[in-house]
């Protein structure tokens, strides 16, 4: 089984995704608590907006200044021990917002083992792929597990998948 799944079809760029490096990408999630509450992925752009505004707003205000050590960080020791105990997922959105999907682009396809799954584009963007369960990569049924934006399928997601085709 490959690792690595491609995303294709009517986009402008074919984009390639490797799973195991997600472990190091600022984006994960958690996926044992990233249901809990109805939770809504944020977009990237507006979140980094909002975090450049108050940092300039802070200066503004306040004057520069270094930034202090550890400053909103977890100590190392409990990072390390999240990263090898954790479930993990990172959102599908910027990797299709990535490969262009071009003007006619409706859906896209999840090919499985088995089979294939069509899912609305607008759904897509807001899913969420499983890479991590428990600090191990999903090798038997993985490597990725697709997760609706809503969770409607936190308890049975989709499995298998060998790659993205855009439609």
């Known amino acids: 089984m490959s690792s690595i799944l491609m995303i294709k079809g009517n986009v402008k760029y074919t984009i ?4 195991g490096l997600w472990i190091f990408d600022d984006r ?3 996926m ?3 249901f809990l509450n109805g939770r809504k992925l944020d ?3 507006e979140k ?3 975090d450049v505004s108050s940092h300039w707003d802070r200066e503004i205000k306040e004057g520069a200044r270094l930034p202090e050590n550890n400053e909103n960080k977890q100590p190392k020791t409990y990072l390390k021990e999240t990263l090898l105990t954790g479930s993990f997922g990172i959102p599908f959105a910027p990797f299709l917002k990535n490969a262009e999907p071009l003007a006619g682009a409706k859906y896209v396809v999840l090919e499985t083992e088995g089979s294939s799954i069509e899912v609305p584009l607008d759904e897509a963007m807001e899913a969420i792929l499983a ?3 428990e600090g191990k990569p999903l090798k ?3 490597p990725v597990h ?3 934006g809503d969770g409607r399928n936190k308890d049975n997601p989709i499995k298998n998948i060998k790659g993205f085709i855009v439609k």
């Open 131 to 133: 890479f991590s369960k």
């Open 48 to 50: 980094y907006l909002k």
């Open 140 to 142: 038997e049924d993985g």
């Open 43 to 45: 977009d990237s752009d």
């Open 28 to 30: 994960k999630i958690d």
């Open 146 to 148: 697709f997760y609706y």
């Open 32 to 34: 044992d608590t990233v």
């Open 16 to 19: 390639t995704l490797d799973p």
